[in-house]
Nanobody, 124 residues
Framework: QLQLVESGGRLVQPGGSLRLSCTAS????????MAWFRQAPGKEREEVSC????????NYADSVKGRFTISRDNAKNTLYLQLNSLKPEDTAIYYC?????????????????WGQGTQVTVSS
């Protein structure tokens, strides 16, 4: 069964840090470009960050540049997102996604597999 499972989301205070993980099963994550998306209540889903299959290329949304870091461990079939200097506006459900293209795709419909999401809440 092809599956992506996110973990690591929780309640954190503003200025705090988290590390999200996304573990793949049923396929080799190393062949896929991977991304993190998020969706806050009442808002559109947005791409937060993407990393190429090799890990050599990364993209970030302007809203998270300098605060979030995407990485991958292909040997562990796992994707990560380090979230630092968290703000209340980072509150959302975070999803990981896999694209069969080795480089980060431009269209959301080019992502083939999606996880169920993990909730990140930033609040004092």
């Amino acid at each position: 069964q092809l599956q992506l499972v996110e973990s690591g989301g929780r309640l954190v205070q503003p200025g705090g840090s988290l590390r999200l993980s996304c573990t793949a099963s049923g396929f080799t994550l190393g062949y896929y470009a991977m991304a993190w998306f998020r969706q806050a209540p009442g808002k559109e889903r947005e791409e937060v960050s993407c990393i190429s299959s090799s890990g050599g290329s990364t993209n970030y949304a302007d809203s998270v540049k300098g605060r979030f870091t995407i990485s991958r461990d292909n040997a562990k079939n796992t994707l990560y997102l380090q979230l630092n200097s968290l703000k209340p506006e980072d509150t959302a459900i975070y999803y990981c996604a896999a694209s069969r293209y080795g480089t980060c795709p431009r269209q959301v419909y080019d992502y083939d597999f999606w996880g169920q999401g993990t909730q990140v809440t930033v609040s004092s």
